[in-house]
C-alpha cells in the first residue's frame, strides 16, 4: 500500500478538472466525483496506515521514494535538486487518515448544506482541489514541496472564504486571509532559504543528518525563528491571527474542513515535521511554547464574549491551536499531534453541528437562538458531546489528548505554561458551555424555530461523535503500544498517568461548565450585570483587542500613504525631469527657429563675420600673434 | 541543406503581410483570418523548433548562414540557443493569441494588421539572429511600428504616449548601436577582419576599462527596454494607450528585448563589464520590484495597475542577471517567459473587459464576477501567476532568482549590504505583490452585481483563446517547469563559464 502512497492526493487532484471541465452542469455527477475520490483516498490512508503499523515502519525507518521535478546545477560543489516526493512514516500516515476521514464527511455533508446552491458543483471542484493539496502537502518529504502544497491550501481557502463572493465580507475576508498569510510564508520561505543556504538540500531527512554539523548556530536559529513564521500565519498564531475568525464568512462545511480540522493545523504538522530543527535549539523551542501558550489563552478569552456560533469556535480553534503548538515548544511532538488528531475528530464535530444550526435558521447570532434541543435532537445531542470533549471532560477525546499536553508542559518543567493551560480549559469549557446554554436550551430568545437536518448532514455528525467518545482512546496513558509509540521525535517516551494534572483539569472544566450553567442556564448570575460591572475589559475583549484596527490603520495609513507618496514622486519628480528634458529642447527649438528669419541681410552679415573669425583664426600663426 | 525553419517563422508574418496588402479593407475577417494564419504557422513552426532542439548537444542550432554584405562583414545567420528558444516560443505564442484578442477591432483594421505583423517579424528577428547587425536591424524594426500601433488605435493620451514611448526606446537604441559599433571595430582591430557575428565577437578579449564603458551603453541602450529604473516611465504610458494586442506585445515580448539584449550582447560579450556595474543594477532593480509594487497598488486604473505590476516583475528579471550565477540567470529567462505569458494574459482580459464597458476605472467596476465568470477566472489566474503561486510558471522563475540571489556571497557599499539583502527585499515583494493583485480582483470582479453591467457579456468564441491558450501555458510549465528549465540551463551554462572564466572585477560599488 505504501508504493502507492502517491494516489491519495491523486485521486482528488484528478477529481477538480473532472469537475470543473467535464461534469459541473451535471450537480449530482460532481459531488459522486469529488466523494468518490475522497472515499478511494481514505480506503487507501487505511490501507497505509495499517501497514505502517504493522510493517515495521517506524519514525526513524520511513519509506520515502521520488520524482526530480526540477534539477540545476547551482554552482560547482553543488546541485539545485528540487524532488516531487512522498514520505510515509507513522506521523503522515496519521494525518493522511485524519485529512482523508475528515474530508470524506465534510463532503458527504455539504451534499445536504449545500444543496440549491448555484455554485454546488465548483464548491465540490474546490473541496477536491483542497484535498489534494492538503495529502500533497502531508505526504511532502521536502521543504519545497511543503511550501508548494502550503501555498496551494492556502489559495483553496482564499477561494472557499470568497466563495459567497457577491457578499462583500466574504470578498474582503478572503483577501485578509491570502494576504496575512502571505506575510508569515515570507518568513517560511526565507527560513528554508537560510536552511538550503547551510546545508544544500531541502529534504527533511538529509536536514536531519546534517543538522548537528551545522556551520553556525545562530543562523540556524534565525532559519528556524522564520520557518516558525509559516506557522504562526496558518495555525493562526498571535500577532498574525487575524484573518482566521473573519474566515468564518466561508460556506459552514469548509469552516469545519479547512479552518478547524486540517488546513491550519499544517503549521503545527510543519512543526513536527521540521521537529528536529527546533528540538536542536531551545532558545527557539521556548519562543514556539510561549507564543502557543499566549495564543491558547488571548484567543480564549476573546471567545468568552462573542456572540456569532462561528466566530466562538473560531476562536476556540485558535485556542486549540495555540495548545498544539505550546506542545510541540515544551518539547512533546506526540502530545502536539494527538491533540491534533482528537481536535480534528471533534471540532469538525462543532462545526458541522453548528452548520446544522445556521442550515435550520439562517441565523449566526447565540442570542437569537434558544431551545434548539427541542427542535434538533441529533445535532444538539451531538454537539454537547463535542463541547464535553473540547471542554476536556474524560472519558472523551479531548480529555486525553489535552492532559497529555498540560502532562508534558508540566513534567518538562514548564510550570508556567501548565498553569495558563489550565486556565485556558477553564474558559474554554466555559465559553463552550456559555453557547450551549444560550442557543440549545433555554427559551426562544428570538422566536426562532428549528428543525432536523437531512440525513446526509446527520448521519456525519454521528460518525464522529462516536469518534469523539472512542479516538481518545488510542493515546490513553493505560493504553499499550497507543499512539505515543507511533508518533514521536528521538525514543517514544510514555508519559506515565498523572493523576493530579487529570484530576485538576478535569475540575476546573466541570467548574467551568457550572459557572456557565449559574450565568446562561439557570441566570442566577446576570450576564448583563457582569458586563456593565467590568465594561472596559469586556468591550476590550468584544472587539478582540482592537487588534484588526491597529492592522487597518497600517495598511491604510502607512502601507497606501507610502504607495501614494512614491506614485507623486514617479509621476512628478522622476516623469517631471525626463519630460522636463524633453521640454527644454522643445523650447529651445522654438527660441532658435528665430534666428532663421528668412531675411537676407541677415544671413548676408552672419556669414560675413564667420569668414571674418575664420580668417583671422586661420591667419592667426602666419601674423604672428597670439602665442 | 535542410528546410530552414527560423526563417520560414520569420517570413510567415511577412507573407502575411504581403497577402493582406492585396485584400481590400472592406474584407476585414479575411484580413484577421490571414493574419491569424501566419501567426500560427509560426506557432506551429516554433513549438516544432522547441521540441525538436537537442538539449543535450546544447549550443546554437537550427543555423542558417548567407552572405550578405561580404565587405563589412555582415552575414544573414540565425539560430536558436536555450535561451533564445524560449524566447521565440513566447513572441509566437502572444502574437497568435494577440490576433484573436485584437478580433473586435473595426478600425483601419488593415493597416493595423499590417504594423502588427511588422512588429512582430522584427522581434522575431531579433531573437534568432546571430549577427549584431540583423540584431540591430530588427530591433529597429520593432520599435517603428509601434509608435503608429500606439497613436493610431490608442486610447488616453494616445500621441503623448507614442510619441514618449518612442523618444524613449529611440534614446536607448542609440546607446545601444554607439556600443554595437564600439564592439564591432575593437573586434576587428583584435581578429585583423570584419565580422558582426555573436559567436566570433564572443570570442575576442575585450580589455576592462573598454568592457566598463561599453557594458554602460548597453546597461542604458536595453536597460530602457526593460525597464529599469528610472527610466521606465514610458511603459505605464505606453501600456495604457496602446490597443489591446499592442499591449500583449509589448509587455509580453518587447520589454523581454531589453533583458535578452542585455544578456545576450551585454553579459555574454562583457562579463567584467557585467561584474563592475551588477551592482547598480541589483540596487535599482529592487527599486524596480518594490517602488513598482507599491505605486501599482494605488493605482485606479485596470491598465496602470499591470503597468506597474510589469516594472516590478521586470525587476526580478534585472536581479537574477545581476545574480550573475547558473540558478539567477536560469529564473531571469524563465521570468522572461512566464512574465510574458502573464502580462499578455492580463492585457487580453482588461482589452476585453475595456471594449465591452468602455471604461477601466476599477472604481466603477465591482461584481464583474456576476455577469463574466470566465474573464474572472482567467484573470485570477493571472494574478495568481502574478503573486508567485506554485504551479504557476512565474513560481518557479522567481524561485530560482530569489535562491540565485540568495545564495551569491557577495557584499555591495563594502559589506554594508549583500545579495542576500536584496534577495530579502525582493521576496517581500512578492508580499505586496500578492496585496495590490488580489486588492482589484476583489474591487473588479467580487461584491454585489452591479445592474449596470448587465449587459456586458462573458468571453466566449474567438475571445476564448487567448484565455485558453495562456493559462495552459502557465499551467503546463508551471506544473512541470523542467520541460522548460533544462532547456534554459543548456543556454545558460555557456554563459555561466563564461561569467566564471572572466577575472575578479571589484564592482562600481
Not at chain 1, 96 to 103: D, F, K, S
Not at chain 1, 568 to 584: A, S
Not at chain 2, 249 to 270: E, S
Amino acid at each position: 500500500m505504501i508504493r502507492y502512497a502517491w494516489l491519495v492526493p491523486l485521486f482528488p487532484a484528478l477529481a477538480f478538472p473532472v469537475i470543473a471541465f467535464i461534469t459541473r452542469r451535471l450537480r449530482t455527477l460532481s459531488a459522486l466525483v469529488g466523494i468518490g475520490a475522497i472515499a478511494a483516498s481514505f480506503v487507501l490512508s487505511l490501507g497505509i496506515l495499517w501497514e505502517t503499523l504493522t510493517s515495521g515502519v517506524t519514525m526513524e525507518k520511513p519509506v520515502e521514494y521520488a520524482l526530480s521535478w526540477l534539477a540545476l546545477p547551482g554552482a560547482k560543489d553543488w546541485v539545485l535538486k528540487i524532488e516531487a516526493g512522498v514520505l510515509v512514516d507513522p506521523l503522515s500516515a496519521v494525518m493522511l487518515l485524519v485529512v482523508t476521514l475528515v474530508a470524506l464527511l465534510v463532503e458527504i455533508y455539504s451534499v445536504g448544506y449545500m444543496h440549491g446552491d448555484p455554485g454546488f458543483s465548483v464548491f465540490f471542484g474546490y473541496l477536491s482541489l483542497f484535498s489534494a493539496s492538503m495529502l500533497g502537502l502531508v505526504l511532502a518529504n521536502n521543504f519545497f514541496m511543503m511550501f508548494f502544497f502550503w501555498e496551494l491550501v492556502g489559495l483553496c481557502s482564499y477561494l472557499l472564504i470568497g466563495f459567497y463572493f457577491h457578499k462583500p465580507e466574504a470578498a474582503r475576508a478572503s483577501l485578509k486571509a491570502f494576504v496575512v498569510n502571505r506575510v508569515a510564508d515570507f518568513g517560511f520561505m526565507l527560513g528554508f532559504f537560510y536552511l538550503f543556504l547551510m546545508f544544500k538540500t531541502f529534504n527533511f531527512r538529509e536536514l536531519a543528518e546534517a543538522l548537528p554539523h551545522a556551520p553556525h548556530m545562530g543562523l540556524l536559529a534565525v532559519a528556524a525563528t522564520l520557518i516558525f513564521a509559516g506557522p504562526i500565519g496558518k495555525s493562526a498564531q498571535f500577532p498574525l491571527h487575524v484573518w482566521l475568525p473573519d474566515a468564518m464568512e466561508g460556506p459552514t462545511p469548509v469552516s469545519a474542513l479547512i479552518h478547524a480540522a486540517t488546513m491550519v493545523a499544517a503549521g503545527v504538522y510543519l512543526l513536527a515535521r521540521a521537529f528536529v530543527l527546533f528540538a536542536s535549539i531551545p532558545e527557539v523551542s521556548l519562543l514556539v511554547a510561549y507564543v502557543g501558550g499566549f495564543t491558547a489563552l488571548f484567543a480564549a478569552t476573546i471567545a468568552l464574549t462573542q456572540r456569532d456560533i462561528k466566530r466562538i469556535l473560531a476562536y476556540s480553534t485558535m485556542s486549540q491551536l495555540g495548545y498544539m503548538i505550546m506542545a510541540m515548544g515544551v518539547g512533546s511532538m506526540t502530545a502536539g499531534m494527538f491533540h491534533l488528531t482528537t481536535h480534528a475528530i471533534f471540532k469538525a464535530l462543532l462545526f458541522l453541528g453548528a452548520g446544522s444550526v445556521i442550515h435550520a435558521l439562517h441565523e449566526q447570532d447565540i442570542f437569537r437562538m434558544g431551545g434548539l434541543a427541542k427542535d434538533m435532537k441529533v445535532t444538539t445531542a451531538t454537539f454537547v458531546l463535542g463541547a464535553l470533549a473540547l471542554a476536556g471532560i474524560p472519558p472523551l477525546a479531548g480529555f486525553w489528548s489535552k492532559d497529555e499536553i498540560l502532562l508534558a508542559a508540566y513534567s518538562n518543567g514548564y510550570t508556567g505554561l501548565y498553569i495558563l493551560g489550565t486556565v485556558v480549559a477553564f474558559l474554554t469549557s466555559f465559553y463552550m458551555f456559555r453557547l450551549i446554554f444560550v442557543a440549545f436550551f433555554g427559551r426562544r430568545r428570538a422566536g426562532l424555530h428549528g428543525h432536523e437536518s437531512p440525513k446526509c448532514m446527520t448521519v456525519p455528525l454521528i460518525i464522529l461523535a462516536t469518534l469523539t467518545v472512542v479516538a481518545g482512546f488510542i493515546g490513553a496513558p493505560f493504553v499499550p503500544h497507543g499512539f505515543s509509540s507511533w508518533v514521536y521525535f528521538g525514543e517514544p517516551h510514555h508519559l506515565e498517568p498523572n493523576y493530579f494534572v487529570m484530576v485538576t483539569s478535569t475540575l476546573v472544566a466541570i467548574l467551568g461548565i457550572y459557572l456557565a450553567w449559574l450565568i446562561y442556564g439557570k441566570e442566577v448570575i446576570s450576564a448583563e450585570a457582569l458586563a456593565q460591572r467590568w465594561r472596559s475589559i469586556h468591550t476590550v475583549l468584544y472587539n478582540k483587542y482592537y487588534i484588526d484596527e491597529a492592522y487597518l490603520w497600517f495598511f491604510r495609513r502607512v502601507v497606501l500613504g507610502l504607495a501614494e507618496a512614491f506614485h507623486w514622486h514617479d509621476r512628478h519628480v522622476v516623469d517631471g525631469i525626463f519630460d522636463g528634458v524633453g521640454d527644454t529642447v522643445r523650447w529651445s527649438g522654438y527660441r532658435l527657429r528665430y534666428l532663421h528669419s528668412g531675411s537676407l541681410p541677415v544671413y548676408a552679415l552672419v556669414f560675413f563675420a564667420a569668414v571674418v573669425v575664420f580668417v583671422l583664426w586661420v591667419a592667426t600663426p602666419v601674423i604672428g600673434g597670439i602665442r | 541543406m535542410s528546410f530552414p525553419l527560423l526563417t520560414a517563422i520569420l517570413l510567415a508574418p511577412v507573407i502575411g503581410i504581403i497577402l493582406i496588402l492585396f485584400i481590400p479593407e472592406r474584407e476585414q475577417l479575411t484580413i484577421k483570418i490571414t493574419a491569424a494564419v501566419a501567426t500560427f504557422i509560426s506557432l506551429v513552426l516554433s513549438i516544432y523548433v522547441y521540441v525538436a532542439y537537442d538539449q543535450a548537444a546544447g549550443g546554437l542550432q537550427f543555423l542558417e548562414d548567407r552572405s550578405w554584405i561580404p565587405a563589412l562583414g555582415v552575414n544573414y545567420s540565425v539560430g536558436v540557443d536555450g535561451i533564445s528558444l524560449p524566447m521565440v516560443l513566447l513572441t509566437a505564442l502572444v502574437i497568435f493569441t494577440g490576433v484573436f484578442a485584437s478580433w473586435d477591432m473595426t478600425h483601419r483594421v488593415k493597416e493595423f494588421f499590417l504594423f502588427l505583423l511588422m512588429l512582430v517579424t522584427g522581434v522575431f528577428g531579433v531573437f534568432i539572429s546571430r549577427d549584431l547587425f540583423f540584431f540591430y536591424l530588427f530591433f529597429e524594426v520593432a520599435v517603428i511600428p509601434m509608435y503608429l500601433l500606439i497613436g493610431i488605435w490608442g486610447s488616453t493620451r494616445k500621441e503623448y504616449a507614442a510619441m514618449k514611448l518612442t523618444l524613449y526606446l529611440l534614446v536607448g537604441s542609440a546607446f545601444a548601436l554607439i556600443g554595437i559599433i564600439a564592439l564591432y571595430l575593437y573586434a576587428a582591430r583584435q581578429l585583423g577582419y570584419l565580422t558582426f557575428d555573436i559567436q566570433t565577437l564572443a570570442t575576442v578579449q575585450y580589455d576592462i576599462a573598454f568592457q566598463k564603458f561599453v557594458f554602460f551603453l548597453f546597461l542604458i541602450g536595453f536597460g530602457v527596454l526593460v525597464p529599469i529604473w528610472p527610466l521606465h516611465l514610458w511603459s505605464p504610458d505606453g501600456h495604457v494607450a496602446a490597443p489591446t494586442a499592442v499591449s500583449m506585445l509589448h509587455a509580453g515580448v518587447l520589454m523581454k528585448l531589453g533583458a535578452y539584449g542585455l544578456i545576450r550582447v551585454g553579459v555574454f560579450f562583457l562579463p567584467e563589464g557585467a561584474k563592475f556595474w551588477a551592482p547598480l543594477i541589483a540596487v535599482l532593480c529592487i527599486v524596480n520590484v518594490v517602488y513598482g509594487a507599491m505605486i501599482a497598488m494605488v493605482q485606479r486604473d485596470l491598465k496602470f495597475v499591470i503597468g506597474y505590476s510589469s516594472v516590478s516583475h521586470m525587476g526580478y528579471v534585472l536581479l537574477g542577471i545581476a545574480a550573475l550565477n547558473t540558478l539567477s540567470l536560469s529564473g531571469a529567462v524563465t521570468q522572461m517567459f512566464a512574465h510574458g505569458i502573464m502580462t499578455a494574459l492580463f492585457f487580453a482580459l482588461v482589452g476585453n473587459i475595456y471594449h465591452k464597458a468602455h471604461t477601466r476605472e476599477i472604481a466603477r467596476f465591482g461584481g464583474l464576477a456576476h455577469q463574466m465568470p470566465r474573464v474572472a477566472a482567467g484573470f485570477l489566474i493571472g494574478g495568481l501567476a502574478s503573486l508567485g503561486l506554485p504551479g504557476l510558471h512565474n513560481f518557479v522563475a522567481e524561485f530560482l532568482i530569489f535562491l540565485g540571489a540568495f545564495t551569491r556571497e557577495q557584499g555591495l557599499f563594502g559589506g554594508l549590504l549583500t545579495y542576500r539583502t536584496l534577495a530579502i527585499l525582493a521576496i517581500l515583494g512578492i508580499v505586496i505583490t500578492a496585496t495590490y493583485v488580489l486588492r482589484v480582483v476583489q474591487r473588479t470582479f467580487f461584491g454585489p452585481r452591479k445592474e449596470a453591467w448587465d449587459h456586458l457579456e462573458d468571453a466566449r468564441g474567438v475571445e476564448m483563446v487567448p484565455i485558453v491558450v495562456l493559462c495552459a501555458t502557465l499551467i503546463l510549465f508551471g506544473l512541470f517547469p523542467s520541460l522548460m528549465g533544462d532547456l534554459i540551463y543548456s543556454g545558460v551554462a555557456p554563459l555561466v563559464a563564461k561569467i566564471e572564466a572572466a577575472g575578479t572585477v571589484g564592482g562600481i560599488f
